[in-house]
């Protein structure tokens, strides 16, 4: 008889249970992009961060199942989340700019193609926006000039839409 036959079968569920979520996480951000028209790259950098909150709680999970001490487990995620946590205090950009990037991606009404003012008394950036990717901002100016802006920045700033580009639903394969 196997030794580890309840925490097989706790895997096995655990892993039908992460692949349903997964399919449903998918299938509401794609859904969700569709109606918004929101481009496929964008659509990409939501379905990487929510895939990789959904290993991390997986694995989580997966280690308690197979026994690990709850108290050496609980040293174990607060020491990782105090070294994270430095991490990011010292790079506050790259989570900033991470969450900006949720934020346009899910209630921001600005689309790729649309051509924006960012709102600053310092610089005049205006115009058609090329791309917005998990940290920045793309935009080609009026005078030619390709500029890179933080997408934490352009949070602060804010966004003047000048004209819209007409919305075309595409199929994703």
């Known amino acids: 008889m196997l030794a580890y036959k309840l925490e097989i079968f706790y895997s096995i569920i655990l892993f039908a249970v992460m692949a349903v979520i997964l399919f449903l996480t998918k299938r509401a951000i794609r859904r969700f992009g569709f109606i918004k028209a929101i481009e496929i790259n964008r659509r990409k950098v939501i379905f990487n961060l929510s895939y990789l909150v959904i290993y991390i709680i997986s694995f989580s999970v997966l280690a308690i199942i197979w026994g690990v001490d709850h108290k050496q487990f609980a040293v174990f995620i607060s020491s990782v989340l105090a070294v994270l946590g430095v991490g990011f205090f010292a790079q506050w950009s790259i989570l900033s700019s991470l969450t900006a990037s949720v934020i346009l991606f899910f209630s921001h009404p600005v689309r790729i193609g649309d051509r924006i003012r960012i709102l600053d008394k310092d610089f005049d950036w205006t115009g058609e926006l090329i791309d917005i990717t998990g940290f920045y901002l793309f935009l ?32 994703e394969t």
């Open 140 to 171: 080609k100016t009026d005078d030619g000039k390709n500029v890179t802006i933080p997408n934490s920045l352009v949070m602060q700033k804010g966004i003047e839409i000048l004209g819209k580009k007409p919305i075309i639903i595409e199929e």
